[in-house]
C-alpha cells in the first residue's frame, strides 16, 4: 500500500469516528431543548430531574442558574402584576418549582 493510500484510509476512519460522535453544538442544544421543556412543565415529576441532571453538570451549571433565575424573575413580576387569581396561582406554582430547582442544583 502506498502512503496516499494508508493515508485516505486514516482519514476516512477519523471520519467516520467522528460523525458517529454527537458534537458539543449538538449536546449543548440538546440540553437547552431538554432544559426548556422542563421548565414549560413543572407540574411533570421528571422536569425536576431533568434540570438537576444538567444543572449539577459544571459545565452548564453557570448558564442553567442564571437561566432559571431570569425565569424566575419574569414570572414573580407577572405573578405581581396579575389580579387574575387562577393566573396568580399558577404563577405561583412555577415560581415554586424554580425556587426549588435553583436550590437543588445549588446544593448538589
Do not use: H
Amino acid at each position: 500500500m502506498t502512503l496516499l493510500a494508508v493515508m485516505i484510509a486514516t482519514c476516512l476512519a477519523v471520519l467516520s469516528a467522528c460523525q458517529s460522535v454527537p458534537s458539543d453544538n449538538e449536546e449543548i442544544g440538546e440540553m437547552v431543548q431538554a432544559v426548556e421543556a422542563a421548565i414549560d412543565a413543572p407540574e411533570q415529576s421528571a422536569s425536576l430531574r431533568t434540570i438537576v441532571e444538567y444543572g449539577t453538570d459544571s459545565r452548564y451549571y453557570v448558564m442553567i442558574r442564571g437561566w432559571l433565575v431570569q425565569e424566575l424573575k419574569g414570572v414573580e413580576s407577572q405573578r405581581d402584576a396579575t389580579r387574575d387569581p387562577t393566573l396568580k396561582s399558577q404563577f405561583e406554582v412555577k415560581a415554586a418549582f424554580l425556587q426549588t430547582a435553583i436550590r437543588r442544583i445549588d446544593l448538589e
